[in-house]
């Protein structure tokens, strides 16, 4: 449990990070980043596979690059269901969210290395 909580807060700094880096990108405060961290985590767990299923045929012509698309589009989601998150005009500032869900990706997957496993 630990473990996620810190997994969660670790995101949420990370959020907060992307959003310093572009001005599209705003969040309200450290509470908003770490609540849109959770929320991100659920639509990446419940609607990003029904995505990625309906989508399989663009995802085999495009080489798996459509994968980064699904990204935006569940980084989009989450700054739409939150308030104090906010992404900028959608979608004028899409190539913004896809840099953006990409660095989250990374960001994901380093943190996911860096914490420690819980043994047992």
């Given at each position: 449990m630990?473990r996620?909580v ?20 705003t ?6 980043a ?8 659920v ?20 080489l ?10 569940t980084?989009?989601?989450?700054a739409y269901?939150?308030n ?5 005009n959608?979608?004028?500032s ?8 990409a660095?989250?990706?990374?960001f ?6 860096v914490?420690?496993?819980?043994k047992?």
């Amino acid at each position: 449990m630990i473990r996620w909580v810190i997994k969660l807060i670790l995101n949420g700094a990370a959020l907060l990070m992307i959003s310093q880096w572009f001005e599209s990108i705003t969040i309200s405060s450290f509470g908003v980043a770490v609540w849109a961290a959770f929320i991100l985590g659920v639509v990446n767990t419940i609607i990003r596979p029904i995505l990625l299923f309906f989508s399989l045929p663009l995802h085999l012509l495009t080489l798996g690059l459509f994968w980064f698309v699904i990204n935006a589009l569940t980084f989009a989601l989450t700054a739409y269901m939150i308030n104090g998150f906010e992404v900028g005009n959608w979608p004028d500032s899409f190539w913004t969210v896809l840099m953006a869900a990409a660095l989250m990706s990374l960001f994901g997957w380093i943190i996911e290395g860096v914490v420690p496993k819980q043994k047992g």
